[in-house]
């Protein structure tokens, strides 16, 4: 089955400062990229998504970058405040709507 | 609108016991799923249904079964529960295309011990 990886496993920043997180991924069938937050002890949530005929897509502080041909997409986070940390989830989507796989996650910590 | 909910929060097993988790949502979603969490291994898919009468095999379906009798509700089934099955459980569900939307709603979590 498909496949993704993401990384880092953990990201420590700075409060106000940018985090990038990157995922890659095999199968070029994939056509649906979301991102997933998942605070302490309560279930993801989605933050922002894009399909595969899009190249990039901001919603304020949140953006997400697909590169088709080279297989990976990245979610970059901006002036990142301290409610930012958590845990940020990519996945793929593909077939008719039932079909997803997940990462491994990234721990995002924002020092203040 | 409560969303997705679950039932229990948390429950306690000792092996070999039986018991089913109960996800409801009020969304009028055509597909529901039922994932575990693993710490470092993401979310994967154990079972999932994309309507009312129908279950399909996710990634992990071994030791699990689930049936959807009703649109709202989606049921996992652990028959003959196992420590290997000691997770948080997570149900979600969706709309079958992005008309609307492809967004999958989470529920808040089942949290499960097996001793």
């Known amino acids: 089955g498909e496949n993704v990886e993401q990384h880092p496993s953990t990201l420590s920043v700075q409060e106000g400062d940018s985090a990038v997180i990157k995922c890659t991924y095999s199968?070029?069938?994939?056509?649906?990229f979301p991102w997933y937050k998942q605070e302490l002890g309560k279930g993801p949530q989605l933050i922002i998504d894009?399909?595969?005929?899009?190249g990039e897509k901001k919603d304020q502080r949140i953006a997400v970058t697909l590169n088709k041909t080279a297989k990976h997409f990245s979610l970059h986070i901006t002036e990142t405040q301290p409610e930012d940390s958590a845990v940020y989830f990519c996945?793929?989507?593909?077939?008719?709507?039932?079909?997803?796989?997940f990462g491994p996650g990234t721990r995002l910590s924002v020092l203040p | 609108n409560a969303g997705v909910t679950q039932t229990p929060k948390f429950r306690v097993l000792k092996t070999g016991q039986s018991m089913t988790l109960l996800c409801a949502q009020d969304?009028?979603?055509?597909?529901m799923y039922w994932y575990r969490q693993d710490p470092g291994m993401g979310l994967r898919l154990i079972h999932y249904?994309?309507?009312?009468?129908?279950?399909a095999k996710g990634e992990v379906p071994d030791g699990y079964n689930v049936s959807r009798l009703k649109k709202q509700n989606f049921l996992l089934g652990l028959e003959s529960a196992a420590p290997s099955q000691t997770s948080v459980y997570f149900c979600?569900?969706?709309?079958?295309?992005?008309?609307?939307?492809?967004?999958?709603?989470f529920g808040p979590g089942t949290r499960l011990l097996v001793l």
């Open positions: 979600a569900s969706s709309y079958p295309t992005d008309n609307p939307s492809r967004t999958q709603y």
């Open positions: 199968d070029s069938a994939s056509n649906y």
């Open positions: 894009i399909r595969s005929n899009v």
């Open positions: 996945a793929l989507g593909y077939g008719y709507g039932q079909n997803f796989v």
């Open positions: 969304m009028n979603h055509e597909y």
């Open positions: 249904s994309v309507g009312e009468g129908t279950t």
